[in-house]
T-cell receptor
Framework: GESVGLHLPTLSVQEGDNSIINCAYS??????FIWYKQESGKGPQFIID?????DKRQGQRVTVLLNKTVKHLSLQIAATQPGDSAVYFC????????????FGTGTRLTVIP | NAGVTQTPKFQVLKTGQSMTLQCAQD?????MSWYRQDPGMGLRLIHY???????DQGEVPNGYNVSRSTTEDFPLRLLSAAPSQTSVYFC????????????FGPGTRLTVL
């Protein structure tokens, strides 16, 4: 099956700084990628998605970048706030069968006030 | 809309006991799935359903059964609990096979002694 991995398991940033969370994927056939945020004791929450025909997509304070050449995905959070502290997961679609999502192991982001 | 709901929130079982984790969604989503989340391993797909009456296995189906008699409900059954099934279980739903947002429930924390 597909594998989705993260370069860094933990990330600490100062409040107000920008955060960058990285993700590598292995299935070149995947054409849909999603970032989820999971706060302690809660289920994952959708943040932003991107299709493979795009290189960049922006949301409110978040930007996802996709580099298909090196199969790399990143999530940028601008002006990081304490409420951004959470575990962030990337996921990719399977492109087969029911088009299930495969998740990476997650990066824990800690925002230092 | 309540979204995706799960019960119970916490459960402790003894080895060999059986139980059912409940999941319901009120968004009329066709696609529902069950994941388990273990430390350092991200989310792994157990079973999924693409519609009422249709279920299929995910990455880690052994020891679990599911059924989908209605669009709204997707219970997960542990037939004979084992300590290896100690985990946090998440139910999720999305509109269909297409690339669209997947909504997660709050999770059930299960401990098997």
């Amino acid at each position: 099956g597909e594998s989705v991995g993260l370069h860094l398991p933990t990330l600490s940033v100062q409040e107000g700084d920008n955060s960058i969370i990285n993700c590598a994927y292995s299935n070149s056939a995947s054409d849909y990628f999603i970032w989820y945020k999971q706060e302690s004791g809660k289920g994952p929450q959708f943040i932003i998605d991107i299709r493979s025909n795009m290189d960049k997509r922006q949301g409110q304070r978040v930007t996802v970048l996709l580099n298909k050449t090196v199969k790399h995905l990143s999530l940028q959070i601008a002006a990081t706030q304490p409420g951004d502290s959470a575990v962030y997961f990337c996921a990719e679609n399977a492109q087969t069968g029911a088009n299930n999502l495969f998740f990476g192991t997650g990066t824990r982001l800690t925002v230092i006030p | 809309n309540a979204g995706v709901t799960q019960t119970p929130k916490f459960q402790v079982l003894k080895t060999g006991q059986s139980m059912t984790l409940q999941c319901a969604q009120d968004m009329n989503h066709e696609y529902m799935s069950w994941y388990r989340q273990d430390p350092g391993m991200g989310l792994r797909l157990i079973h999924y359903s693409v519609g009422a009456g249709i279920t299929d296995q995910g990455e880690v189906p052994n020891g679990y059964n599911v059924s989908r008699s209605t669009t709204e409900d997707f219970p997960l059954r542990l037939l004979s609990a084992a300590p290896s099934q100690t985990s946090v279980y998440f139910c999720a739903s999305r509109q269909g096979r297409g690339d669209n947002e997947q909504f997660f429930g709050p999770g059930t924390r299960l401990t098997v002694l």
